[in-house]
């Protein structure tokens, strides 16, 4: 596609229940990222996948998140029994290749909020 | 770890003025330095980038001279417009696969 697109673009769920957020990459893209905003702050890193190697997952903030990629297209980014401070905005992010200087291009996003 | 510091908001500007956005950085070696902009209800685009000492990246007025001496990359524009109005996101690249974000900076630009 155009750009990276995700869905959904918002989300309001109970505390305690799973949420499955979605992402396309654009097209040919190989690398795509997983990144978290909370309200007010700057971006952090959860996960990246390249190709068919195994998938970074430093970021990772507990064993309730995990992500998944099929080939080198659609990922999943699952979060189990979320908790209050899961409230964020959860952004996606392809790029045609990896290493230093290589532009990385988002999407606009899910909102996630956990009441 | 590499990190990024920036200059802590919300900047209120008039239009036609001058801005700075400072941002430095801690990295080991010399990664590339990137600037990302949000404007309201849309998402993080890239504006500029540059990926070695004392390359200058430029877009749309915009620009940030890659400085190791003093490991910045501060944002400057010679005249804001309203249009300007957005955080600013200073950002490195951390190794093969990690953009490390600074706090973000909120510029309002006024008429």
Request: hydrophobic share 30%.
């Amino acid at each position: 596609g155009a750009g990276v697109s995700q869905s959904p673009s918002n989300k309001v769920t109970e505390k305690g229940k799973d949420v499955e957020l979605r992402c396309d990459p654009i097209s040919g893209h190989t690398a795509l990222y997983w990144y978290r905003q909370r309200l007010g702050q700057g971006l952090e890193f959860l996960i990246y996948f390249q190709g068919n190697s195994a998938p970074d997952k430093s970021g990772l903030p507990s064993d309730r998140f995990s992500a998944e990629r099929t080939g080198e297209s659609v990922s999943t980014l699952t979060i189990q029994r979320t908790q209050q401070e899961d409230s964020a905005v959860y952004l996606c992010a392809s790029s045609a290749q990896t290493g230093q200087g290589n532009t990385i291009y988002f999407g606009e996003g899910s909102w996630l909020t956990v009441v | 770890g590499d990190s990024v510091t920036q200059m802590e908001g919300p900047v209120t500007l008039s239009e036609e003025a001058f801005l700075t956005i400072n941002c430095t950085y801690t990295a080991t070696g010399y990664p590339s330095l990137f600037w990302y902009v949000q404007y309201p209800g849309e998402g993080l685009q890239l504006l500029l980038k540059a990926t070695k000492a004392d390359d200058k990246g430029s877009n749309k007025g915009f620009e940030a001279t890659y400085r190791k001496e003093t490991t910045s990359f501060h944002l400057e524009k010679g005249s804001v417009q309203v249009s300007d109005s957005a955080v600013y996101f200073c950002a490195l690249f951390e190794g093969y696969n990690k953009l490390i974000f600074g706090a973000g900076t909120r510029l309002a630009v006024h008429p």
